[in-house]
């Protein structure tokens, strides 16, 4: 484990995640509350500022199949792969370097009946402990600025999936204005905030050896959502099932933060598919 990955362990390290989080449903479904499901959680487990909308972005250009075994890389607490592997039939593995995070994941996986469905294995995206050529398809939301080795975090994506599979991501990077301002939702300060311009990720995941399907700067198209985010904030503070369940009440500043940074140019969004070749 590197320094860095320590600093950023510790920044998301919180104990009874999935404890607090089922807590949460339950008090806001009171005597109404029916299964815990991957969608009743959605406003809980999916760690990133546009939800579950992101994720279902994010996984309509990963277009996985049935049966399929699907890498998470960074899956926090598994809210993404357990949405995936409800509506898409496949097996998901989410990997994650937060012990916390796995934990909470393996529970709400027990919570949803989804152990045999959504593996989860505590480590590293720069050190893969899986084999060479395993995942039929790979994803990762909102992970890559948390890493700064970004050459290695490519290459290891690319070594594990097989000839011709597919791999989408989506993560905040620098924008052209300069600094964003921290906190953030992934970082204390820029200590383990590791943003690259859109051009700069591009050329790591050439040199890593994909292909580019779809290689794209979403910042305008996203821009709305985080307007309208830091609106809700500012006027009404934080809704009554969101993030703060998981990372405490501070998570209102990180979205502000972020929203106001990507909307004057200090952040980006960028989304692409790249592929092994065959
Ligand atoms: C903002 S959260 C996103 C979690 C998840 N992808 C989601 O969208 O719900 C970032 C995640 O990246 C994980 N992470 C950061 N650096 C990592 C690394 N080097 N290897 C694996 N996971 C890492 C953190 O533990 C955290 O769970």
Avoid at 86 to 105: I, K, N, W
Wanted: hydrophobic residues 40%; contains cysteine; charged residues 25%.
């Amino acid at each position: 484990m590197t320094a860095a990955g320590n600093k950023v362990q510790d920044h998301y390290a919180i104990e009874g995640i999935a404890a607090r989080i089922l807590a949460a449903l339950r008090a806001a479904g009171g005597s109404e509350a029916g299964p815990i499901t991957p969608d009743a959680l959605a406003p809980l487990d999916h760690f990133h500022g546009r939800g579950l909308k992101a994720t279902k972005e994010t996984v309509a250009l990963l277009e996985p199949l049935s049966g399929e075994r699907i890498l998470d890389i960074g899956g926090g607490i598994g809210g993404p792969a357990r949405w995936t592997a409800t509506h898409f039939g496949c097996h998901v593995t989410s990997l994650d370097l937060t012990p916390e995070f796995c934990r909470a994941a393996e529970e709400l996986n027990a919570a949803t009946g989804l152990s045999d469905r959504v593996r989860v294995v505590e480590g590293s995206a720069t050190d893969l402990p899986f084999e060479d050529d395993g995942f039929d398809r790979a994803y990762s939301e909102n992970v890559a600025m948390n890493i700064d080795d970004k050459r290695r975090f490519f290459a290891e994506a690319l070594r594990v999936l097989r000839p011709g599979a597919v791999f989408a991501f989506s993560h905040y990077g620098a924008g052209p204005k300069g600094e964003p301002d921290y906190p953030l939702t992934w970082a204390a300060g820029p200590g383990t905030s590791f943003l690259c311009s859109p051009e700069e990720t591009r050329e790591q995941v050439l040199t890593a050896g994909f292909e580019i399907v779809i290689f794209r700067d979403k910042t305008e198209e996203v821009l709305p959502d985080l307007r309208e985010n830091r609106r809700r904030l500012e006027e009404h503070g934080l809704p009554p099932l969101g993030l703060q369940t998981l990372m405490g009440e501070r998570i209102g500043e990180y979205q502000i933060n972020a929203a106001r940074s990507a909307d004057e140019g200090r952040l980006s969004v960028l989304e692409a598919l790249v592929r092994k070749p065959a």
